[in-house]
């Protein structure tokens, strides 16, 4: 067995500070998906309706979240708004900015297009039953849509976790980060433990998402 | 002679410059089941869209009884209810069982107690032979089943009369009898129906009267046996000849 290094996670409280950065990590993206999904859903719901207007300017904000790489809207809102307006945010908080654009606009695509996938005639076999519009809506629309949305959804919350691996670029100390720093301080003393601690990081990466996958694909299987 | 459930007056409906529904009229009696035929493309199933009002139409109106069914119209939702439809592809509820499906609108929107819309919705579904499948989900029965489904869904709400927009279009042949049965056990028990197919042999059995639309226009009208033995139009006689094959022999 080769020296991986891995009693350097023993020294001190190397361990507990790796819990403590996957957990800023965590802390980004739940407050970023609590944050994204609700205005999603407002945002799905204007782009699937009918005023062309509204639906254009989504379109463009939708496109430029995408195109644009997580790592440029980062530095854009973390330097671009000290240089444009003296804003000085936090690297926490322009993360949490950048998450909730890009998770917006992600999550507004998904419940369009699972808005749009209900076909027209089941509104129409609702309403020949004597269902109202809003009835139509609450027992028929919302349900079948909802049950699309759930592992899409949960497929956009793993990877904004792991997305939130770039927001070390920005001065956040999450839990990539303090794997860089254990390995520097330790740099002599324990040359391999690169690898025994991006090792950790992994495992902690899979067993934060992994869980969270097995989710999705158990929902998916039983709302087929 | 009793008054007319449905009357159809003048109706005219267009998509643009296309007419598909041109000065349509016509009368239902309790008890009395309507069969329209035509070419793909006569107007047959925007004429079951339009009787319950889910296209709007540029002129004429429809009546249930005393009122009018009109697109957006004042008390549709209760006029709807009083209309059964049942459409090509099933369109079941793929997110409730088949007994959830037939029980929705009674429990929701008729506001019926709950243990007397169940005890008759399984009635309903042994009816059909479906008792056992009240628990299954639309996805896990077959086309013929789904139908089956979906006219007891359509019987659960009491209508005064029923449509059926070409209900066995989309089903395989093996399982198209086993609806056709279904809807002849109705017409027995003298339910009111307007009936759109392709089925001329079930035509002929079932109805009390045929329409023949062509071109948006009710070209021909009378009872079965004149309608499939002596049509009087040449394009009634026409449509009727692309049913055998007598000819090509």
């Known amino acids: 067995m080769p020296d991986l290094g891995l009693n350097v996670l023993l020294k001190g409280k190397n361990m507990a500070r790796l819990l403590g950065g996957l957990w800023v990590a965590l802390r980004i993206s739940l407050l970023s998906v609590a944050i994204s999904i609700p205005l999603g859903i407002l945002l799905g719901v204007l782009m699937s309706g009918k005023n062309p207007v509204v639906k254009a300017i989504l379109r463009v904000y939708l496109e430029i979240i995408r195109i644009m790489p997580q790592m440029v809207l980062l530095f854009l809102v973390f330097f671009g708004t000290t240089r444009a307006w003296g804003w000085d945010l936090s690297g926490e908080t322009a993360s949490v900015v950048v998450f909730v654009l890009w998770g917006t606009a992600e999550m507004s695509d998904l419940v369009r297009g699972a808005l749009i996938s209900i076909p027209k005639h089941q509104y129409e076999s609702s309403e020949a039953l004597g269902l109202t519009k809003a009835q139509t809506y609450w027992y028929i629309i919302i349900p079948q849509t909802v049950r699309r949305l759930i592992p899409l959804s949960i497929n956009l919350i793993t990877r904004m976790i792991k997305t939130t691996s770039l927001v070390l670029m920005i001065g956040v100390v999450e839990v990539l980060k303090v794997a860089q720093q254990i390995i520097e301080a330790n740099r002599m003393a324990s040359p391999n433990a690169a690898f025994g601690i991006y090792l950790v990081v992994f495992l902690l990466y899979f067993l934060t998402c992994w869980p969270i996958s097995l989710l999705a694909s158990y929902l998916e299987k039983k709302w087929r | ?249």
Request: charged share 25%.
């Open chain 2, 1 to 249: 002679m009793a008054e007319p459930i449905l009357t159809v007056e003048h109706l005219v409906k267009g998509y643009g410059e296309n007419t598909v529904l041109d000065d349509v009229s016509f009368s239902v009696r309790p008890g009395e089941v309507v069969v329209v035929v035509g070419p793909s493309g006569c107007g047959k199933s925007t004429l079951l869209r339009c009787i319950n009002a889910l296209e709007p139409t540029q002129s004429g109106r429809v009546r249930l009884g005393n009122e009018t069914v009109a697109y957006g119209g004042k008390g549709l939702t209760s006029l709807r209810q009083r209309i059964g439809m049942v459409f090509q592809s099933y369109e079941l509820f793929p997110h409730l069982t088949v007994l959830d499906n037939v029980m929705l609108a009674p429990l929701k929107v008729a506001k019926r107690p709950k243990d007397e819309v169940q005890k008759e919705a399984e009635a309903l579904l042994d009816r059909v032979n479906l008792l056992n499948k009240a628990r299954s989900y639309p996805r896990e029965l077959s086309g013929g089943q789904k139908q089956r489904v979906a006219i007891v869904r359509a019987l659960a709400m009491h209508p005064e009369i029923l449509l059926f927009d070409e209900v066995t279009a989309a089903l395989d042949p093996e399982m198209v009898r086993e609806v056709l049965d279904v809807m002849l056990d109705l017409a027995k028990q003298g339910r009111t129906m307007i009936i759109v197919t392709h089925e001329m042999q079930f035509a002929r059995a079932i109805a009390d009267r045929v329409i023949f639309l062509d071109g948006g226009k009710i070209v021909e009208e009378s009872t079965p046996e004149a309608f499939f033995d002596h049509p009087k139009t040449e394009r009634a006689q026409k449509f009727l000849r692309t049913f055998t094959f007598d000819s090509v022999k």
